[in-house]
């Protein structure tokens, strides 16, 4: 016996700028991607070469690249294997370049802090820093990454990089500009009190292994000991003595313009709408009406067939119209046209028209129509009973909600790494 085959599983690539970003502002979300059975992969632009060396111990490799970007390469390897073991690219290497261009490097831009506390440019940026490459060769590596990975989605900072790096909002624009030309969804990660959140993953689930991720980079952060009356609070030390704590969840805003909900009823459409809705119902109740003043007479082994159908016909367009828009209006339109057609048809046809005959299908279609509109019409709209009872009942539900809803509403996303707050130099 064959079986189908088992869908794919989801791949999502995470487009990040240094070692360290990846597990600091989205770990989370790559780790319960991971354990729901996700292909997570994680593309780094650059090796961090201009971070810090925090410990004493690694003091020493400051200002030089080639060992900085050694050790980091090293500390990104082991925090993705806490996470769980993501897939890993280096961009303008190998599944990160177009295979006709040779292989290169991206060295980290640098920063300094702007005067509103916000990173900006450095002012010595090296030749071949991030920054400095062209954007269309940046956008073509990462294309690459999506084609070679073989991404249903790809995930980078939001537009102002987070706080402002430079390697930041560059990632930023070359992904998506990447994900748009590949025709594939790109969505920011963004503050978890954002007006413009699509998307939230709860991450308490997995704050074990984020906690081991982030330990990892010692060279940049310094990870508070655990709490061991609140053992899923991840706090850490920035190099500028920031205090950040990871959020309970994570927030994403997907990259797309806001599309208005389309109008459920009559009443939400627009002026020229309602206009258009009522012009359609009289016509279709115009061809209801003449159809029907044709067809009801028909018979079918005795069976009155037509006048069975056709009243049918009539109790579904009129019904169904104030069913599915709630309107009033709508039913008048096609009640009155299929009226007008009737009088119509049999006025054209004279006295002796055969159209509506003195039997019992000619009296059912002469005035079941009218019978039926004006029943449709005179029923109460209980929509506003039914809204208010949706209301006090979610209401009551909320107020009983249990504690394990709140750490997702609760959590402070100000001082999360996805916030951007002041104090990180790469």
């Known amino acids: 016996m064959s079986k189908a085959p088992a869908p794919r599983p989801e791949r999502v690539l995470f487009v990040h700028a240094h070692p360290d970003d990846e597990t600091l502002s989205s770990g989370g979300t790559i780790a319960t991607l991971l354990e729901l059975g996700a292909e997570v992969t994680v593309l780094t632009a650059t090796r ?6 925090l410990t004493e111990t690694l003091a020493p490799l400051f200002g030089d690249g080639p060992r900085v970007a050694a050790h980091r390469e090293t500390e990104i390897a082991a925090a993705l294997a806490a996470l769980g073991g993501p897939a890993h690219l280096w961009l303008g290497s190998g599944g990160a370049r177009p295979t006709d261009l040779p292989e ?6 640098g920063m300094q802090w702007g005067p509103d506390g ?6 010595d940026a090296p030749a071949d820093s991030l920054t400095a490459a062209d954007l269309g060769e940046v956008v073509d590596d990462i294309r690459a990454a999506i084609r ?14 987070g706080y402002g790096h430079p390697d930041h909002v560059r990632v930023h624009h070359a992904a998506r500009h990447a994900a748009r030309a590949e025709e594939v969804p790109f969505s920011m990660i963004v503050p978890a009190d954002s007006a413009e959140v699509d998307l939230t993953v709860d991450v308490l689930p997995v704050r074990a292994k984020v906690r081991a991720a982030v330990e990892q980079y010692r060279s940049q952060v310094t990870v508070d000991p655990a709490d061991p009356s609140d053992p899923q609070r991840l706090t850490w030390v920035m190099p500028h003595g920031v205090r950040q704590e990871a959020p309970a969840v994570e927030a994403f805003r997907h990259d797309a313009d806001p599309v208005p909900p389309a109008p459920q009823t009559f009443a939400e459409l627009t002026r020229p709408g309602k206009v258009t809705a009522v012009v359609v119902a009289a016509v279709a109740g115009l061809v209801v009406g003449a ?6 007479q028909q018979r079918l082994g005795g069976v009155p067939v037509g006048m069975v159908l056709t009243t049918l016909i009539v109790l579904g367009l009129v019904v169904g119209l104030r069913l599915l828009y709630r309107s009033r209006a709508m039913v008048a ?8 057609a009737t009088q119509v048809l049999v006025s054209v046809g004279g006295g002796s ?8 299908a000619g009296y059912v279609w002469t005035f079941a129509p009218a019978v039926i509109a004006a029943f449709t019409l005179a029923w109460p709209d209980l929509s ?3 809204a208010r009872a949706a209301a006090a009942s979610a209401g009551a539900g909320s107020s009983a909600s249990t504690p394990a809803a709140a750490p997702a509403s609760s959590s402070d996303p100000s001082d999360t790494a996805a916030s951007g707050a002041p104090g990180r130099r790469e």
């Open 48 to 53: 961090g070469e201009r971070g810090e060396m």
């Open 104 to 109: 290169r490097r991206y060295s980290d831009s």
């Open 118 to 123: 916000r990173a900006i440019a450095a002012d």
């Open 148 to 161: 070679s990975t073989g991404a249903d989605a790809v995930v980078s900072y939001a537009d102002d990089g």
């Open 291 to 296: 159809l029907g003043t044709v067809t009801h």
């Open 333 to 340: 339109a096609a009640g009155i046209a299929i009226i007008v």
């Open 353 to 360: 028209s055969p159209l509506v005959l003195a039997n019992v």
């Open 384 to 386: 506003g009973l039914r």
